[in-house]
Each structure stands twice: as structure tokens, then as C-alpha cells.
Nanobody, 123 residues
Framework: QVQLVESGGGLVQAGGSLRLSCEVS????????MGWFRQAPGKEREFVAS????????QYADSVKGRFIISRDNTKNTIYLQMNNLKPEDTAVYYC????????????????WGQGTQVTIAS
């Protein structure tokens, strides 16, 4: 069983930055493809970014390209989402997710999910 624990959410002003962290319990976390998703009130959960372990392939949603950076530290079994130039429309609960296999932007393909962390951007 894989457990994911997110941290780093909070309330910031528009234009500010936050860094989210997701600690993965599984020792062989390197075998997992990891992703960040978000869900705003009344909306479906949507893809934000993903990364795989053995390559540097990274994917971003168009809405966050140039502002968000996903990274991972395999020595700490942790992935990060650096969020810069935040906008009110970035307000959502952010979820960390993991899957065995190739990275994907499809929320339905992820096997494990964290509990989520709230990010609120004030205008």
C-alpha cells in the first residue's frame, strides 16, 4: 500500500508563491509516476503536472505552464510543486497522486491519492 501525505498549502495574495510537498510512504517510490491534481469547488478534479522517476519527462497543464514547477527528490521519497505567480483561479484543493506505469494526465489512471491540501489565492 502506498500512502501519500501532502503539505504546504495555505492562503497567499495573487502574485505570490507556495511550495507543496508530497511524501510517499513506499520505499520503492522511484517506480511510481507521480502527479499533482486540483479540484476547485463545484468543478471536476483536473490535471496540473506529472513526473516520472527514471527520466526527466514532465508534463504540465497549459494553465500552469511557465508558473509551476514539479520536481522530485528520490532520496527523500518526496515530490514538490513550486507554484509561482499565483492567480485567484489557482484556488483549489491540491492532491498528490501516484500510479504504477507511465505518467498520465488522466485522473482515472492514478491508483493512490493523498488527502489534499487547500490552496487559496486572494485577489
Amino acid at each position: 500500500q502506498v500512502q501519500l501525505v501532502e503539505s504546504g498549502g495555505g492562503l497567499v495574495q495573487a502574485g505570490g508563491s507556495l511550495r507543496l510537498s508530497c511524501e510517499v510512504s513506499k520505499q520503492s517510490a522511484m517506480s511510481l509516476s507521480m502527479g499533482w491534481f486540483r479540484q476547485a469547488p463545484g468543478k471536476e478534479r483536473e490535471f496540473v503536472a506529472s513526473i516520472i522517476s527514471w527520466r526527466t519527462d514532465i508534463q504540465y497543464a497549459d494553465s500552469v505552464k511557465g508558473r509551476f514547477i514539479i520536481s522530485r527528490d528520490n532520496t527523500k521519497n518526496t515530490i514538490y510543486l513550486q507554484m509561482n505567480n499565483l492567480k485567484p483561479e489557482d484556488t483549489a484543493v491540491y492532491y498528490c497522486a501516484a500510479r504504477l506505469g507511465a505518467q498520465s494526465a488522466n485522473v482515472r489512471l492514478y491508483d493512490y491519492w493523498g488527502q489534499g491540501t487547500q490552496v487559496t489565492i486572494a485577489s
